[in-house]
């Protein structure tokens, strides 16, 4: 069982649509993340809120914006996505940014994009 | 450039037959090397941390070793439910206003045979 939720598991959708992301963190951590893992590439880092203020944004395409609403929850919503932007999202948490904390992962929203 | 390199991309042993996967690493500063496994459609679940050369850690079949330029996972006598995506990521030390955070390998797919 993780301590990190997210939802929907799976996501179809067109080129034109919006949709969004969620992630829930029980952990009581201060920091999310978003990762995006596509196949046969590592892992890679999307954004970081730490006390709901976003950290870093590694150079991701706008069509993806991140909501960090409180410490516990964390949105990415999606417009206008390519197909090459279907992978496997990702969201973690840890206690802090600093520090030698562990980062904990939800099962992931496999994204299509068709 | 930092980077990570796992090997090999793929092993595939027979019950009982013990291996050990790479993590070779390439990094300004480490704070820590993390290692997660990752089942199909799951995300990454946390196995360990080593954060200084001669470190060790087990974990049931599992044990984890540092130096200055690699890491290895020694699995002993695996079983079928080991099979998984083993994955190496290594923490930097933060420097200045920069948020340390994870650099990932591609990861190891272990297949294990009754």
């Known amino acids: 069982e993780t301590g990190v939720t997210q939802t929907p598991r799976h996501l179809v959708m067109g080129m034109t649509n919006k949709k969004s992301l969620k992630c829930e963190q029980h952990?009581?951590?201060?920091?999310m993340y978003w990762y995006k893992q596509s196949a046969k590439k590592p892992l890679e880092l999307m954004f970081v809120?730490?006390?709901?203020?976003?950290?870093e944004n590694n150079s991701v395409p706008s069509r993806f914006s991140p909501e960090c609403p409180n410490s516990s929850h964390l949105f990415l919503h999606l417009h206008t996505l390519q197909p090459e932007d279907s992978a496997l999202y990702l969201c973690?948490?840890?206690?802090?940014?600093?520090?030698?904390?562990?980062?904990?992962f939800g099962e992931g929203s496999w994204l299509t994009v068709v | 450039e930092d980077q990570v390199t796992q090997s090999p991309e793929a092993l595939r042993l027979q019950e009982g037959e013990s291996s050990s996967l790479n993590c070779s690493y390439t990094?300004?500063?480490?704070?820590?090397l993390f290692w997660y496994r990752q089942d199909p459609g799951k995300g990454p679940e946390f196995l360990f941390t080593?954060?200084?050369a001669g470190e060790e850690k087990e974990k049931e079949r599992l044990k984890a070793t540092l130096t200055k330029k690699e890491s290895f996972l020694h699995i002993t006598a695996p079983k079928p439910e080991d099979s998984a995506t083993y994955l190496c990521?290594?923490?930097?030390?933060?420097?200045?206003?920069?948020?340390?955070?994870?650099?990932f390998g591609k990861g190891t797919k272990l297949s294990v045979k009754p």
């Open positions: 973690a948490s840890s206690q802090s940014l600093g520090g030698y904390d562990t980062i904990y």
């Open positions: 952990l009581g951590h201060n920091a």
């Open positions: 809120y730490n006390f709901k203020e976003q950290t």
């Open positions: 990094v300004s500063g480490l704070r820590g």
């Open positions: 080593l954060y200084s």
């Open positions: 990521a290594v923490q930097r030390v933060n420097y200045g206003g920069s948020q340390g955070n994870l650099i």
